[in-house]
C-alpha cells in the first residue's frame, strides 16, 4: 500500500524562531501566522544585525492511503465497526476512568 502524509486540513500550523547569534537569547514564541513571525525575525535583524535563525514550523499530520477510493473505503468501513462495538459508549468510560495527562515538549 502507498500511503501519503500531508497536514490536517482542520490542525493548526504554527512556526517559532529561535536567535543563533551567540548569546542572544532572542526567541519568537509560537505563532499561528507565519507572515508575522517573519516581520518579527526582519524587525530582531534591523534592531540586532542578527540575521541567523533556527524556525520551527509545526502541523498535524495525517496519514492516508494514496489510492483515495480505498481510503474512503476504509474510513466508513471503520465508522460501521466502532458504531457496532459500541466505541463511542467505551471511549466515554475511559475519558471518566483516565487522568488527564498533557504532553510537554
Known sequence: MAYTVT????????MKADCLHHGCGWELGPTADPAAGERELRLHY????????ARNFEDVAVVVLADVAEQQRRVEVDALEYAHWG???????????QPTRRVTR
Open 7 to 14: 497536514s490536517h486540513p482542520d490542525g493548526e500550523r504554527s
Open 46 to 53: 534591523a534592531e540586532t544585525g542578527h540575521g541567523t535563525f
Open 87 to 97: 466505541g463511542a459508549d467505551e471511549d466515554a468510560a475511559d475519558d471518566l476512568r
